[in-house]
């Protein structure tokens, strides 16, 4: 048994330059296990609280300095002298000293970075990497990556409301066919845009390529020329994620296509017939989060692809439990820090795959270099994965752990997806 010595907090920024909590735990034979927590641009209203300082003379309020001392001075003399191993003694201490649904006391940067660390420095004691501590053994398979190349939004001069069209390479024989399909997919993909605008393509908030229309369909049009000039036809997939919440009006009970305000049912049918255009992989929160009834029907109809959660779900048990009750989604995206914990995100993974449902590990906007949810995605064995645009370090960071650890495994190979795809 390798006890927990010291646990100790600072302050450091993650890829979009916000201050985030970053966490280390040290045992008292010396391993180390360090965490941080990463935070995304669009963030379901039922995650794990991001608690900040607020003070706008620091950072623009975004400080997380609270945070910081949650760990030193509350959560660290719980922990000290716990076996480091005891990854659920270790989250639930901390969860029932915070004692809110959210985290909100504590906060789940707080919790969450502590939680990553501990589970770091326990792999280290095992002396194993941390996805073959999840895995339990030698990994046989790698995940399909999937590359984010067009970011919607709002912009000056439009608003497409899918936040990311994104392509998988789900016809590549290895990771490393892969990683350079996506790739010189997207780097063509910037001559297309700059011929069809009439300039260079601009980047976008998530590092892809600015949207250059607000219809999704010709956003797909100028993704699917790419993939045949690159030679790749029948060998990548696309998929969306809606982000719906974004854009959805509560008072009027619409989403926005197109310019439009439309009903559910109008959006749902739109999306329906894009999946029998192009080969979609899956389809993410394409409804509101609250937008129970509609995740449903949107279920039944849209049979060509897997409907995804992810702020309709926010890696909770409860709420995955709910969906899958009403047959209103095909899998969920696996995201450790919108619940808060590790214990409580595995805990959601095995409900999802006791129920045969989809779980899909992705970082966050805002990430770090070394992020977690790599060794999650690894070590649990996931088909597939959403990555982001392969152009910031902390982005190409994680295709390299792909490929590094597909290395270091003699046999190991890229999953196979195909009996996940619906098209």
Known sequence: MSKIRTVHARQLVDCKCRPMVEVDVVTDDGFLGRGSAPTGISVGSFESWVLRDNDPKEYHGLSVHKAVSNVNEIIAPSLVGVDVADQRKIDEIMIQEDGTPQKKKLGGNSTYSVSVAAFRAAAAAAREPLYEYIAGGKIKTVPVPSFNVINGGRYEN??????????????ADTIYEAVEMGINTFQELEGVLTRYLGHKAQVGPSYGYVAPSDDPDVVLQMISETIKKCGYTGKIGFALDCASSEMYDRKSNTYLLKGERVSADTLIDYTEKLTEKYPFVF????????????????????????????HFIVTN????????????????????????????????????????????????????????????????????IKNGAPRSGERIDKLNFLMRACDLTPGCRLADISDILKF
């Open 283 to 310: 389809i993410e929160d394409l409804l509101d989060e609250e937008d129970w009834d509609s995740f449903a029907k949107a279920h039944r109809k849209n049979t060509r692809t897997n409907i995804i959660g992810d």
């Open 317 to 384: 048990m409860t709420r995955l439990k709910k969906a899958y009750d009403m047959n209103a989604l095909d899998g969920f995206i696996l995201k450790p820090n919108q619940v808060g914990t590790v214990t409580e995100a595995m805990d959601t993974y095995h409900y999802a795959q006791k129920h045969n449902l989809l779980a899909i590990t992705s970082g966050r906007a805002g990430g770090v270099v070394g992020d977690v949810v790599m060794d999650f995605a690894v070590g649990l064995q996931i088909g597939f």
């Open 158 to 171: 439009l608003t497409q409301p899918f936040n990311e069209f994104i392509i998988m390479p789900y016809g």
